[in-house]
Nanobody, 125 residues
Framework: QVQLVESGGGLVQAGGSLRLSCAQS????????MGWFRQAPGKEREFVAA????????YYADSVKGRFTTSRDNAKNTVYLQMNSLKPEDTAVYYC??????????????????WGQGTQVTVSS
């Protein structure tokens, strides 16, 4: 059984930074793409970022490009989301998810089969 556990969320002022972590336990982590999604109150869950295993390529939503960076440490079975220059509109519950393949195949939730429980990020103005 695959388990994903996010951590690192919290309250931060606009312009600040946070780093989220997503640790996987269970089956081998390193051979799958990993993604980050978020869901703000009253809104649908949306894609934020993703990273492939095979080539390390990264992908970002336009709304976070240039501010967020995702990376992975396969030895630690952990993926990270570094969030800089945070804005109030970044406030949401952030989820990590495991892709179905080694490469990122899309930004839809359907491309991911295991999900963490989420961590709250709140950005005050």
């Amino acid at each position: 059984q695959v388990q994903l556990v996010e951590s690192g969320g919290g309250l931060v002022q606009a312009g600040g930074s946070l780093r989220l972590s997503c640790a996987q336990s269970g089956r081998t982590f390193s051979r799958y793409a990993m993604g980050w999604f978020r869901q703000a109150p009253g809104k649908e869950r949306e894609f934020v970022a993703a990273i492939s295993w095979s080539d390390g390529n990264t992908y970002y939503a336009d709304s976070v490009k240039g501010r967020f960076t995702t990376s992975r440490d396969n030895a630690k079975n952990t993926v990270y989301l570094q969030m800089n220059s945070l804005k109030p509109e970044d406030t949401a519950v952030y989820y990590c998810a495991r892709g179905k393949f080694m490469v990122v195949t899309g930004t839809s939730e359907r491309e991911y089969d295991y999900w963490g429980q989420g961590t709250q990020v709140t950005v005050s103005s």
